[in-house]
């Protein structure tokens, strides 16, 4: 039975595609079978933290528009991942990504696509694979095709920052989630300041949510410089905002 994880934030510049990839790293050195779907069709990026230039094809688009299955979209890129990891771990890491070239945003703009197909993709993908984990990385704010990845979701990740946007818009969001009655619904925190009292603002985050708060990443000079060098939380494990990310994973895992 595969786990689905939706990776999501009301808003942009959250860091949700950099914890996707870690996170998948991470439980893929666990030793388990996952894939990274990336479905922010409108404006990608996950391919470049696993070390692409330009989104390897086919792609999620090629799948949507009939060319290709899902299976054949799915890139292995468990050697790239596996040169961050100290050991290894006998797990497998997939990648769908979506295409970064500009006719293929435009078309999607233009045309959209069947969420239907998309939603049988993630089944089948799941059942082809053996996976155990499936991570959808989705695109910001709330449309059809966040609210089905919530519905068929088991856990759901909302990244927020510390600011009065993100803590109102993820408001709305987490109303949507529960009466979309997602299973497990964690918070995540991302680029708290240095000297932030954490307890009270993980209390503001309970009092404000009544949700799980599951880790709070700190902003960090470090994961900025790191870029698209590699998995940070594979590379420096001993660094505060990778011990964050391995929280999710015990989570998750737990």
């Known amino acids: 039975m595969t786990t689905v994880i939706s990776i999501h934030s009301f808003r942009g510049g959250t860091g949700k595609s950099n914890t996707t990839a870690n996170v998948a790293a991470r439980l893929a050195a666990s030793g388990a079978r996952v ?13 470049v933290l696993f070390g692409f230039d330009d989104t390897p ?23 790239q991942v596996s040169q961050d990891m100290t050991v290894n771990s006998g797990g497998s890491l997939w990648f769908v990504p979506s295409s970064i070239k500009p006719g293929d945003i435009a078309r999607v703009l233009r045309e959209g696509y069947d969420v239907g197909t998309l939603n049988d993709g993630f089944r089948n993908l799941s059942r082809d694979l053996s996976l155990d984990y499936l991570l959808i990385d989705t695109h910001p704010g709330l449309n059809e095709e966040t609210l089905l990845s ?15 946007q ?33 307890d009270d603002l993980r209390q503001q985050m309970f009092d404000a949510y009544g949700a799980e708060t599951a880790a709070m990443l700190p902003l960090s000079e470090e994961v900025v410089q790191n ?16 011990k964050q990310i391995g929280l999710i994973v015990d989570r998750i895992l737990s």
């Open 166 to 198: 993100d803590f109102q818009g993820t408001a709305v969001t987490v109303d949507v989630a529960r009466r979309l009655d997602v299973p497990n619904l964690l918070l995540v925190l991302n680029k708290i300041p240095s000297g932030v009292d954490l």
């Open 227 to 242: 870029a698209s060098g590699g998995m940070f939380s594979l590379t420096s494990p001993e660094h505060p905002w990778s």
């Open 35 to 47: 894939a990274v779907i990336d479905t922010d069709i409108q404006s990608p990026g996950v391919h």
């Open 57 to 79: 094809e086919p792609t999620l688009n090629d799948y949507l528009w009939g060319k290709v299955s899902i299976t054949d979209a799915a890139h292995d890129i468990t050697t």
């Open 150 to 164: 919530f519905t068929i979701s088991d856990v759901l990740l909302l990244l927020l920052r510390p600011d009065r």
